[in-house]
């Protein structure tokens, strides 16, 4: 995420000898405490206001300095310290000595700007013309805590879980919205074959260090569980990665301030043994894809906590692989998506990702916040080519929605700049020079009618064209209008459809 560990991984129990080189001193201790498992923040990146009592607190805490004032057990509960406790994030002494913290946060404090300038009011917009937008209410309740969201063509359903552990599944065609079970908490991932429903719990939807997610069968009205004790998973794939008629489920533990990427393969028994295949935090999409053309699926991985990076795992025998790092972001930028798409046609697969998730610690518009395309150069190594400003930006989908030859955008903005540009909440980009880079942004007009949070496309109606739906969230991560606030919760649409005109 953006702020919360923005320091936090390299700080672990370091210690330098600030050996000046010419250079002064705090040059040389900011670089070396803020760059050894990350890249090193542009300090101009964030506010003075923000460094000083938010970013700068957690960073002392991280290299043991502890007091009264600034104790990162704080209303804690027991269990939840102790978990902290066991990672030994946290030294019981300092790490750095008093007279240098001072001299590195004086600093960063003296160096911060006291704003920083938001560049999203010099894009142009219009009101959405690509799409019909159709509002659905999937029960009698106000306001909507729905986690997950999945279109199942070969049902012709939309899945949804909700916050509470709720799963349902809303027929295109008789319109009914059915509940397929209870599972007590926030729902990331479902699929449903048959009877069968495998449904993975988040465990705790707010940071923790306790691993309380599980994955889920259910059959009938019988429940079992095929894996429990998961650091907050929020993603889960299953692929059967060693085509052997057996798939394997590999689960994005985004955690906090632990996490990892974990494979579950299924033993001749027919349970699942864990393996970690990432022990970083912040784990959170995968993408199974050949990237090396040797005809085996590698795993393309964006982890999103501390060292927001990028990663390819390259499959080689018998489940085992070797990791890459193919692209890095500064640990303020927040991480939030990526999309795997062969934006140019030269038969490479390029990366699309967006970073805006701005719900920790520093609530403000940030001009860094939007879209990236990175090109491949055949080899996988990638470059950053085109950058799109928008505040808050957390999902894309590239996809031809026009249909004619080059790819659009969709993309959600769960913390746009929502006092001049609320709704920035969803943008259309159509891309109308591909390679000028050249784009018509469009977007919703009805911002009251909910907080879009999640989105998936399809062809949904069967016209031949691409559909969007969006699930709405009502729940305040960060400050917005009051109004915006009250008519969400009066609210009684969970989704939006929005129907593709082009057929």
């Given amino acids: 995420m953006d702020l919360k560990t923005a320091f936090y991984i390299s700080l672990l129990f370091l210690s330098i000898s600030c ?10 201790l900011y670089e070396n405490y803020c760059a050894s498992c990350h890249i090193a923040p542009d300090i101009q990146d964030l506010p003075k206001d923000i460094w000083k009592n938010n970013v700068l607190p957690a960073m002392a805490a991280r290299m043991g300095i502890i007091t009264t004032e600034n104790h990162p057990y704080h ?29 590195l946060k004086n600093y960063i404090i003296d ?43 070969a049902n012709s359903t939309i899945l949804t879980g909700t916050r509470k552990g709720e799963l349902a599944s809303f027929d295109l065609i008789t319109k009914e919205n059915k509940l ?33 997610g599980k994955i889920i069968l259910k059959y009938n009205n019988t429940s079992a569980s095929l894996m429990d004790s998961l650091h907050r998973p929020v993603h889960t794939l299953y692929v059967d990665l060693d085509k052997n008629g ?40 995968v993408i199974p894809k050949d990237m090396n053309a040797d005809g085996k699926d590698d795993l393309v991985v964006l982890a999103a906590q501390g060292d927001e990076a990028v990663y390819i795992l390259y499959q080689k025998e018998n489940l085992e692989f070797t990791v890459e790092k193919v692209l890095r972001f500064s640990p303020v930028y927040g991480s939030s998506w990526f999309e795997l798409v062969d934006y140019n046609g030269d038969g490479y697969d390029d990366i699309i990702t967006v970073n805006g998730d701005n719900a920790d610690e520093s609530y403000v518009s940030k001009p860094y916040h ?34 004619d030859g080059d790819l659009d955008f969709a993309l959600l903005a769960t913390f746009p700049d929502y006092e001049n540009h609320p709704e920035y909440n969803f943008v259309y980009l159509e891309n109308e020079n591909s ?23 399809a062809d949904i109606d069967g016209d031949g064209d691409e559909d969007i739906v969006l699930s709405a969230l009502t729940y305040s991560f960060t400050p917005v209008p009051k109004e915006l606030e009250e008519a969400w919760g009066e609210s009684y649409t969970d989704l939006l459809i929005l129907e593709n005109k082009l057929h």
């Fill in 19 to 28: 050996t000046t080189e010419n250079r002064p001193k705090e040059v040389v």
């Fill in 75 to 103: 209303n804690l509960s027991f269990p939840e310290q102790m978990a902290i406790i066991k990672t030994g994030i946290f030294p019981s002494k300092p790490i750095i000595e008093a007279d240098d913290w001072e001299l």
């Fill in 111 to 153: 160096l911060a700007p006291d704003s920083i300038t938001n560049k999203n009011d010099r894009i142009k917009s219009a009101s959405l013309s690509q799409f019909n937008s159709n509002p659905i209410s999937l029960d009698s309740a106000v306001g909507s805590l729905y986690t997950f969201l999945k279109i199942d063509t």
């Fill in 180 to 212: 397929k079970g209870y599972f007590n908490r926030a729902i990331t991932d479902a699929k449903i074959i048959g009877d069968s429903a495998y449904v993975t719990s988040m465990g705790l939807l707010v940071p923790s260090e306790i691993p309380s």
């Fill in 246 to 285: 057996t798939e394997e489920i590999v689960v994005s533990e985004f955690g906090d301030l632990h996490g990892k990427l974990t494979l579950l393969e299924k033993d001749s028994y027919g349970f699942y043994k864990k393996r970690s295949l990432l022990n970083i935090p912040g784990t959170l999409r």
């Fill in 370 to 403: 939007g879209m990236r395309i990175h090109l491949n150069d055949g080899q996988n190594n990638f470059k950053e080519t085109f950058f799109y400003p928008l505040n808050g930006a957390t999902r894309v989908i590239a996809k031809d929605f026009d249909q």
């Fill in 435 to 457: 390679k000028n880079y050249t784009f018509k942004q469009e977007h919703l007009t009805d911002m009251k009618m909910a907080r879009w949070f999640l989105m998936d496309s």
